[in-house]
Nanobody
Framework: QVQLRESGGGLVQAGGSLRLSCETS????????MAWFRQVPGKERELIVA?????????YYIESVKGRFTASRDNAKNTEFLQMNDLKPEDTAVYFC???????????????WGQGTQVTVSP
């Protein structure tokens, strides 16, 4: 059974930092590309970061998080991380991790999804 479990969300003041984790099980993590999406009520889910299973591939970041968010992975722990610095109120959303066998894509057609974790940034 495949499971993706996010953690690390919470309430933080603007300018603060959070580190999200996405612990996976049931997949060959080293062969999967990972992505982070976020969603606010009434809006579509938005891809913000995508990383390849190949360490040499350049990750994808949407413009609004470049220089502030950094994705990384620990294959030994089957876990993907998202370090979020200089958080802004507009980053408030539910954050989801997703996994895809093979190369990452820039749509939401990922194979597996976590349940999401709430990130709230106060002004």
């Amino acid at each position: 059974q495949v499971q993706l479990r996010e953690s690390g969300g919470g309430l933080v003041q603007a300018g603060g930092s959070l580190r999200l984790s996405c612990e996976t099980s049931g997949i060959s993590f080293e062969e999967y590309s990972m992505a982070w999406f976020r969603q606010v009520p009434g809006k579509e889910r938005e891809l913000i970061v995508a990383t390849s299973w190949q360490a040499t591939d350049t990750p994808y970041y949407i413009e609004s998080v470049k220089g502030r968010f950094t994705a990384s992975r620990d294959n030994a722990k089957n876990t993907e991380f998202l370090q979020m610095n200089d958080l802004k109120p507009e980053d408030t959303a539910v954050y989801f991790c997703a996994a895809r066998d093979g190369f990452f894509i820039l749509t939401d057609r990922y194979d597996y999804w976590g349940q999401g974790t709430q990130v709230t940034v106060s002004p």
